[in-house]
């Protein structure tokens, strides 16, 4: 096995078998990735493939300075958002729908497995499930969401705050808990 530097300019030279190394080594981390950005799995395949061929056509501007699963991973999202701006018709909107206020029993979160937890983020409206992602998963700010979606501020915390509002409404829901009146 090549250290990652000699992979990495094997790759930058066009060698197949580097690349297809390369592939392997981050592929299913990555499709994890893009299935936390994409509505289907096929969605997901289509990000990742589009997200690989930006990988190896810039790997040669991969400095060596930081860690090369975090760059690749950089790609990936940035290719979901582009994938997003692409396929959107309409401005981001979370849509109409009723919030109800659950009491909330910090057990049944620590009931979920990460695949539940992923399941339940994919249901959120596509706007919603994206600045939820870059937000609370991959550490953007809201103006730096704001920048990369063309939107403001304002929108990105908004949805963010929607975002978190309907998944606790839907772990609540899924056990079974009752409405609190205010």
Known sequence: MLPESELVLSCIEGNRKSQEILYRKFASR????????????????DILQDGFIKVF????????????????RRIMVNTAVDHYRKNLRNPATLGEQEEVNYSIDADAYGRLD???IIALIRQLPHGAQLIFNLY???????VEIAAMLDISVGTSKSQ?????????NMVNKLFDLKPVLK
């Open 30 to 45: 990555m499709y994890g990735v893009c299935l936390g950005y994409s509505r289907s799995r096929d969605e997901a395949q």
């Open 57 to 72: 056509a810039s790997l040669h501007k991969f400095e060596g300075s930081g860690v090369l699963e975090g760059w690749i």
């Open 114 to 116: 990460n695949q539940e």
């Open 136 to 142: 609370a998963i991959e550490g953007y700010n809201h």
């Open 160 to 168: 963010y705050s929607r975002a978190r509002t309907l998944l606790q």
